[in-house]
């Protein structure tokens, strides 16, 4: 098995004396995509930066291709880690034409190949036609087009990114997206890209690095970390959830949705139930399962968001601590027929439901 293209070992770093990354350690295969997500502050620039040799490291190894970059007592200068780094902001030269950013870095090579590859990234990026072209004429969206071109010219072992598209607006940036995953994918480089965008996250990575505080707390495939949350963090980070709080008896928690297994907690013990809204399914008024009320139905995109009470009976699991008007999210595909002031049943589906030590 070939080794990784990247290897982060034990990173370590600070600024003024607070720590800001704590051990992190994560691997990129060549032609893989891996998302550093997380809140703001969690240290994925910070992390991106090392990687890149912009900084050295209070502690730790960055290897890249088999050799190490940044280690013990060695420090690759960023111009021969045969890396590739672009910004938030693009940074296009905005004296150069679209072809000579392209081409810029690749001196290298004879003239004739430079413009050769910086034609045939254009034509890939669809921006062919803007090749003579300044960058203050373009979009962002064709500016991160541009950058992303100008990235993969060098033909590097490691492409990095830093949030590439929270500048653009939700239509673009899902096209934008969907374009660069394929090319990033096609051209056989390592990608690292860092974001604090959840769904933006899961659709273009193949695996998913967890930060929060500056240490990695999950690393798995998108449908790992979102399905099997390692912790209340993760499951909250990767999308909305409903809480409730219970104790263990005989390996179930009992909720105002109903009982949830709890394998593996001891017999008392004081857990925390994460629900998905897509795990709550409104039945019809005959249905059995907890009562609800209908508060507000929101077509929202591809699915349909409903806000409900829980009713009275549903919430005496909670006993003379019930608390007052339990609100729930659900979420349905499609549209729900239903309408505000209408009581329904509630069932849940296992699994998206899960059970933590309370916090």
Excluded: W
């Amino acid at each position: 098995m070939s080794a990784p293209t990247l290897q982060v070992e034990g990173l370590e770093h600070g600024y003024d004396g607070e720590a800001v990354l704590n051990g992190v350690s994560f691997k990129v295969d060549a032609g893989e995509i891996v998302c550093l997500l997380g809140p703001s502050g969690c240290g994925k620039t910070t992390t991106l930066r090392l990687v890149a040799g912009l900084e050295r490291p209070a502690a730790g190894q960055v290897v890249i291709a088999g050799e190490t970059a940044t280690g013990p007592g060695r420090m690759v200068p960023p111009e021969q880690r045969r890396v590739s780094m672009m910004f938030q902001d693009y940074a296009l030269f905005p004296h150069l034409r679209v072809r000579d950013n392209v081409t810029f870095g690749l001196g290298r090579l004879a003239r004739r190949e430079q413009r050769r590859r910086a034609d045939d990234l254009l034509d890939k990026v669809g921006m062919a036609a803007y090749a003579g072209s300044y960058p203050h004429v373009l979009s962002g969206g064709q500016q991160q087009r541009v950058a992303l071109a100008r990235a993969l010219a060098p033909e590097p072992n490691l492409v990095l990114l830093d949030e590439p598209f929270s500048g653009l607006d939700p239509e673009l940036r899902g096209r934008v997206r969907d374009d660069s995953m394929h090319l990033l994918k096609t051209s056989g480089a390592a990608t690292l890209f860092v974001t604090h965008d959840a769904e933006e996250a899961m659709m273009m990575a193949d695996r998913v690095v967890v930060m929060r505080e500056g240490r990695v707390v999950q690393n798995g495939a998108p449908e790992e970390i979102y399905c099997e949350p390692a912790s209340p963090f993760v499951a909250a980070f990767l999308g909305e959830v409903n809480r409730f709080d219970g104790l263990v008896a005989e390996g179930q928690v009992e909720t105002p949705l109903g009982s949830v297994a709890a394998p593996g907690f001891s017999e008392g013990c004081a857990v925390q139930v994460l629900v998905r809204p897509e795990a709550i399914r409104i039945g019809g008024p005959e249905s059995a399962g907890a009562e609800a009320r209908i508060e507000a139905v929101r077509m929202v995109g591809r699915s349909t968001l409903v806000h409900l009470t829980l009713a009275a009976a549903a919430r005496g699991v909670y006993g003379s601590d019930a608390p007052e008007g339990i609100h729930l999210h659900a979420r349905s595909p499609g549209r729900v027929s239903a309408g505000e002031g209408e009581v329904r049943q509630l069932s849940l589906d296992g699994e998206q439901v899960f059970v933590f030590h309370r916090e």
